[in-house]
């Protein structure tokens, strides 16, 4: 990820988000502290002059281009006026733009602005199976919604095919650089590899099963509050398999005893809204294994990240463990 983030580097990138927070008519009483740190960095900006708190996402470089983050918005906007589901809004520059910059370890960094959201993240030891449900209901409007939508003129986000999630040139690193991988290990992610390449092939790319999704659907993405579900962080939504939003929910917690009966309300939820052909449901625990695998390699490739130290070589080992179980079936 070039630079790690270091807490030195951290508190750089906070007083640089400080520093730009009047940008969105911020008062300089702003205080601006770290949320998250994931692909980017994510800070929460608190005014007491202002109704409510904005959150600012730095970008990581060299990920996406700006015509990317600008698609992305887009996407958020056309989702917004339609009801799809609750997304906090980006928000405009107080010059115009949505767009700002600010220079971090010598390189410059895009900044953009969202409207503070109520609610936490669902936990997984809790009762997930009402909120999958609805999960499954988002996830059909929001598909239904990107097969319709007329995308406006330059639109780009990344494809998550099998070449970039997995294969040959994947934009989060080779799985073959995990965490703790050994030889044995490595020859089994091999062969899950080359069923993963055939499945897919087969299974094909019609409109009717890839286009643009969110790609990144999982608990830490949510903001549940009440019996309302929030979406945030579209900064990986591309073009995918649609049942990989699925797979993407159930991120870190692949093994989890509650899976199958959250695998079963996601889809009753879905086919509330949406068809869902018998093959696609199929091919549930192929996207699983793709997202896994692709998982494996984003932790090797941002070993740096709070998520990454906590999984460590034991998530490179349950994949493995995974592979194993789903080769056998």
């Known amino acids: ?103 971090a370890a010598g390189e410059a960094r895009d900044v953009v602005a969202f409207e503070f959201m109520s609610g936490a993240e669902p936990a997984p030891g809790d009762d997930l199976a009402d909120g999958f449900r609805q999960l499954g209901a988002i996830s059909a409007r929001l598909h239904a919604h990107a097969r319709d939508w007329e995308k406006p003129a330059g639109f780009t986000r990344k494809t998550w095919s099998f070449d970039t999630t997995v294969g040959p040139t994947p934009h989060w690193g080779d799985w073959r650089a995990g965490l703790g991988l050994t030889a044995d290990g490595k020859a089994v992610l091999e062969r899950a590899c080359g069923k993963l390449s055939a499945d897919l092939a087969a299974y094909g790319t019609g409109p009717d099963r890839f286009g643009l999704i969110h790609a990144d659907l999982r608990l830490a ?38 899976i199958p009966a959250l695998t079963d309300a996601w889809v009753e939820g879905y086919r509330g809204i949406a068809p869902l052909d018998a093959e696609t449901e199929a091919m549930i625990p192929t996207f699983v294994m793709l997202r896994r695998l692709q998982l494996t390699a984003w932790i090797a490739s941002h070993s740096e990240t709070e998520t990454a130290q906590e999984m460590g070589t034991a998530f490179t080992d349950g994949t493995v463990a995974i592979a194993e179980d789903w080769l056998s079936r």
């Open 221 to 258: 993405n949510l903001l549940v509050d009440g019996d309302r579900i929030g979406l945030i962080d579209f900064d990986d939504c591309g073009f995918g398999w649609f049942a990989f939003d699925f797979a993407a929910a159930i991120s870190f917690h692949e093994t989890d005893p509650s």
């Open 1 to 103: 990820m070039g630079e790690m983030y270091t807490d030195a580097f951290v508190e750089e990138l906070r007083r640089g988000a400080e520093g730009i927070a009047a940008g969105w008519g911020l008062s300089p009483k702003t205080r601006v502290s770290l949320l998250n740190i994931s692909e980017n960095a994510t800070f929460r900006a608190d005014d007491p002059e202002a109704e409510a708190p904005l959150i600012l996402r730095v970008h990581r470089p060299n990920y996406h281009s700006r015509d990317e983050i600008r698609s992305e918005l887009a996407w958020i906007d056309a989702l917004r006026a339609e009801e799809i589901a609750p997304i906090p809004a980006p928000v405009e520059l107080a010059g115009g733009g949505r767009i700002a910059t600010m220079e």
